[in-house]
């Protein structure tokens, strides 16, 4: 039972470069997330899907895109890196969208570091 | 802004002692929920509560709401090595947008010496 797969686990990119995050579940979930996680700061919402061919912005959605590919994938792209998205990049996902209610499942996480 | 203050955010400790960690806010919350996430994965959730005075018991973790909803805590009976990691609580509070908002705490890093 896989749950929520990640890759890749580690990336270095440089300034400006482009890249796509890859998150897959494997739960029948409707509802998938990415979250940024910074020392001292908690996580912060970047964007959600709350349900299969929606989209929407969380709390820090600049410089982020994101494609919900079907049920199981939604994957997370950043088209020009900067330093300040250095972080640790998580998605979870929930069987439905009642936030602080409803249990999300979150993947093993991609350390991403933008010289 | 809501803002949810945890502490301590570093906790070391013995094995079998006993350890208290708070959440707390100016903010009222509809629910909180507190996580454990361990070196290298993601939060798992531990338990969810609703009601104001809630208080739920895993094992030897004991987490409690506030009357108002505005603070928790999360106590552990005779810590073990096993419970090492970092805890997070996360407010949520439906607000006026359509997927609501869930505050996460800074976290607090505990480590259980044997």
């Known amino acids: 039972n896989a749950g929520v797969t990640q890759t890749p686990k580690f990336q270095v990119l440089k300034t400006g470069q482009s890249m796509t995050l890859q998150c897959a579940q494997d739960m029948n979930h409707n509802s998938m997330y990415w979250y940024r996680q910074d020392p001292g700061m908690g996580l912060r919402l970047i964007y959600y899907s709350a349900s299969e061919g929606t989209t929407d912005k969380g709390e820090v959605p600049n410089g982020y895109n994101v494609s919900r590919l079907n049920k199981r994938e939604f994957s997370l792209r950043l088209e020009s890196a900067a330093p300040s998205q250095t972080s640790v990049y998580f998605c979870a996902s929930s069987e439905t969208h009642s936030r602080g209610r409803s249990k999300e499942y979150f993947g093993a996480g991609t350390r991403l570091s933008v010289l | 802004t809501q803002l949810l203050e945890q502490s301590p955010q570093f906790l070391s400790i013995q094995e079998g002692e006993n350890l208290t960690v708070y959440c707390n806010s100016s903010?009222?919350?509809?629910?909180l929920q507190w996580y454990r996430q361990e070196p290298g994965e993601g939060p798992v959730l531990l338990v969810t509560v609703v009601t104001g005075g809630e208080v739920k018991k895993l094992k030897r973790l004991t987490f409690q709401f506030g009357d108002a909803r505005k603070d928790s805590s999360l106590h552990i009976t005779a810590a073990q090595p096993g419970d090492t990691g970092l805890y997070l609580c996360?407010?949520?509070?439906?607000?006026?947008?359509?997927?609501?908002?869930?505050?996460f705490g800074q976290g607090t890093i505990l480590t259980v010496h044997p």
């Open positions: 996360a407010g949520y509070n439906a607000g006026g947008t359509s997927y609501g908002k869930l505050t």
């Open positions: 903010s009222v919350f509809s629910s």
